[in-house]
Nanobody, 125 residues
């Protein structure tokens, strides 16, 4: 089993910065992909950042590109998300998710990520 534990969510003012952390605990062999998603009230889950392929190269969704930076520390089974230039539209529950992919693709579809954390709330006003 895998447990994902997120931390770092908070309420911040527009233009501010915030850092999120996600640590994967449990059976490390069960997953080989991690990503950040977010869900605003009444909205679907939206992929935010993560390796799209198992090469480990981090990609970003267009709304957060050039403002967010994700880093992965495989030694700690962790995925971090540094957010700057925050906007009210960034307000959401941020969820860390993980999956085991059988091919080179990690993908951006939340439904394909079998393991999800409980989320951490980010509110920008």
């Amino acid at each position: 089993q895998v447990q994902l534990v997120e931390s770092g969510g908070a309420s911040v003012q527009a233009g501010g910065s915030l850092g999120l952390s996600c640590v994967s605990q449990g059976d490390e062999g069960s997953t080989n992909c991690m990503a950040w998603f977010r869900q605003a009230p009444g909205q679907e889950f939206e992929w935010v950042a993560g390796p799209v392929t198992r090469s480990g190269i981090i990609r970003y969704s267009d709304p957060v590109k050039n403002r967010f930076t994700a880093t992965q520390d495989n030694t700690k089974n962790a995925l971090y998300l540094e957010m700057s230039g925050l906007k009210p539209e960034d307000s959401a529950m941020y969820v860390c998710a993980a999956r085991r992919s059988s091919d080179r693709w990690c993908g951006t579809d939340y439904n394909n990520y079998a393991y999800r954390g409980q989320g951490t709330q980010v509110t920008v006003s």
